[in-house]
């Protein structure tokens, strides 16, 4: 296998036969249990001597939010943190009068070192300038300034690398923020644009109570047909909406087209993290092939998807539930799976990773 392949990390277990309810906490927390509870134990008492961090990199709606967050959940909330660049970044600009009057930004303008002038820099970050990108440097003195804060804690790093000069960078940049004692590692993630297209192309919102769902994927208890404009449509369940028509935001019938380019670069990155030598590197999959899906998953650990049929005799909407399959960007025909066999994909190998040598 050469480092560009993705591997299949299955999480079928023999001995466990019992079926889990992704959905319920209570039954995700036993299947976690039963089908990695060594990993989980490992990890937790690597992380009692030191400290690690990934850098979380995938595509926009990967699910990098979603997979650290129930990994923190298993191992402890307090000892880990999931740091959106993006997010940070966003906070900083909306408050930059503040920040760069407080001791915070005093620490930034002690960290910059760029190419640019530091007032310069401001310039670019504040949009104030058109002639060209900021520079990496004023992004990785504001993450040595937010690192300050968060007390030594494990750090899910998403967004960082987010250009291709980036992720130089990143093999230092644990040295750079004083944290050079800490594991770091790169974890990719492997998700098929038709995955992405469907999340976005399908996702539906109520009106009254803003709560998502997707047609496909995620359908109220209230599914109907419009027989004049022949579609299925989703009304809330929400008791307080008055059963509200659920509509989809402006574009989103557009799927990927609109961010095409951005999932490229993103691509990009990926691959180019996916041929480093010196650091560990985590490959997690979205996706598995239906030839060897029986052999690596239990069924319930497919992403179900949902189709409908009107009858028109009884004026009814019948539900139809199966895995949802999709093409990979290989054109393999494929299950989506469920988050929490990706996460057993992310302990086997973090533990491999933190464990003792």
Request: aromatic share 10%; proline share 5%.
């Amino acid at each position: 296998m050469s480092k560009a392949d993705f591997p299949i990390i299955g999480a079928k277990v023999k001995s466990v036969t019992e079926t889990f309810d992704l959905t319920n906490p209570d039954s995700v927390s036993k299947y976690f249990e039963a089908k990695t509870g060594k990993e989980i134990e490992i990890i937790k008492k690597a992380l009692e001597k030191g400290n690690f961090i990934a850098y979380f990199v995938g595509k926009k709606n990967a699910g990098k939010g979603t997979y650290s967050k129930i990994f923190s959940n298993l191992i402890g909330k307090d000892k880990i943190v999931h740091l959106s660049v993006g997010d940070l970044v966003r906070e900083i600009h909306a408050d930059w009068d503040n920040y760069i009057k407080g001791p915070k930004g005093k620490k930034l303008k002690e960290f910059y070192r760029g190419p640019l002038e530091f007032d310069e820099a401001v310039e670019r970050f504040l949009g104030r300038s058109a002639s060209a990108l900021l520079p990496s440097e004023f992004i990785i003195a504001m993450l040595r300034v937010k690192f300050e804060e968060l007390d030594g804690k494990s750090v899910f790093l998403d967004g960082f690398p987010r250009e291709i000069d980036q992720i130089s960078a990143s093999l230092y940049f644990k040295e750079v923020i004083g944290r050079g004692n800490d594991k770091d590692m790169y974890v990719l993630i492997d998700i098929p644009d038709s995955v992405i297209n469907e999340r976005i192309k399908f996702r539906r919102i109520c009106p009254k109570c803003q709560a998502p769902r997707n047609i496909r994927l995620l359908p109220t208890t209230l599914v109907e047909y419009d027989e004049k404009n022949d579609e299925f449509y989703l009304k809330c369940d929400n008791p307080s909406c008055d059963k509200a028509v659920m509509v989809g935001k402006e574009g989103d019938d557009l799927g990927i087209e609109p961010i095409k380019e951005r999932l490229a670069k993103d691509q990009q990155i990926i691959d180019k993290a996916n041929e480093l030598s010196g650091i560990p590197i985590i490959r997690l999959r979205n996706s598995v092939p239906t030839d060897v899906a029986d052999e690596n998953f239990d069924n319930y650990e497919l992403t179900p998807g949902f189709s409908f049929e009107y009858d028109k005799e009884n004026k009814a909407v019948k539900v139809i539930e199966s895995p949802w399959t999709v093409e990979d960007n290989k054109g393999v025909k494929s299950y989506s799976l469920m988050p929490a066999p990706v996460v057993v994909g992310l302990l086997k190998q973090m533990s491999e990773v933190l464990k003792e040598e």
